[in-house]
């Protein structure tokens, strides 16, 4: 763990010291983990710099791993000190797991899981764009009905209740930038560090179909984008949701590589190609057959699109799009 501190103005040393807690809430609050970093600052350092404190967490007895069955969720309290009076502090949930994307596809805490799953425009019938902390959970238990287990952010991030739902409930997502472009770092910085410590979060994706294209070898924003990712975040993969033969993606420029709205052909030939990426399929299944009562003669979008999460080397197929219909793309109303 660490914490950053906003340096003022010193005209003495003084003694910087920065404690983190960890408790049950399950079981009265009980400490189970603490740790501290201490550090001496003097008058040399200048008003507005930051002081990175760090320091690793010594639990107290075994802790539980987070995940979908078991969404174990602990209370951390950080706690900055100088010359031993406490100045600060913040509290905040989060669970420990451990996710890897490999080419046979996903694994949590060592366990293979396949990922199934929706898009969503964070927009809902009446209510537009004005969503709340219930409607976000409907719409969670609306996905967990129908046998979802993820959640794909499309095509921005989300409020803060969603991320905390999810990390309550055990649903996994994909959080995703709006803006991809070298002047939008600092956003895609601001939504790494807002929603890190949030368990449900598996992946940082870059982009959305169009906004990708802009991706081609040694283009700068993706290195910048890989760069802010690897420092805010080093645990967690990076992604991005690419449409085939609109621009020219460079696998190496993510680490999980997406597609949107593509068969079985294009992921084995990307397999073939690059064997050592893992794939997802991010976005599919915009399909007349979703949305009417009946199948539509000759339409096999859906079983051409969504059959590609039963491919060995594919993690899954997160982004059916959508679960409900909104204000927008939406036929067949």
Known sequence: SSAEVLMG?????????????LTDPDDGNKLVGVSSSIRDLNPSTKPGETINLSTEIHPLTKLQQWSPENPKLYDVR????????????LSLQTGFRDISW???GMKINGQSMKLKGFSHHNSFGGTGVMQSARLDLFRLRAGEALGANYFRMSHNPYD???YALQSAMGILCWDENRDFGIKYTNDFHTMIR???????VSVWSFCNEYECAKFFTGNQTGDAFQAIAKEQDPHRNTTANFIPG???????????????????????MWHEKHPEKPLISSECCSCTETRTSHRVAGDHCMPDQNSVMELPYVSGSIGVWTLMDYFGESVSW
């Open 194 to 200: 807002a929603h890190r410590s949030f368990p449900a």
């Open 160 to 162: 803060i209740n969603m």
């Open 78 to 89: 950080f706690e900055l000190s100088i010359n031993n009076s406490v100045v600060d502090s």
């Open 246 to 268: 609109i621009g020219s993606p460079n696998p190496y420029m993510v680490d999980v590589t997406g597609f949107s709205h593509s068969g079985n052909s294009t992921f084995a």
């Open 9 to 21: 103005a010193t005209t003495t040393t003084v003694v910087a010291n920065v404690t983190f807690y």
């Open 102 to 104: 490999t080419t046979s």
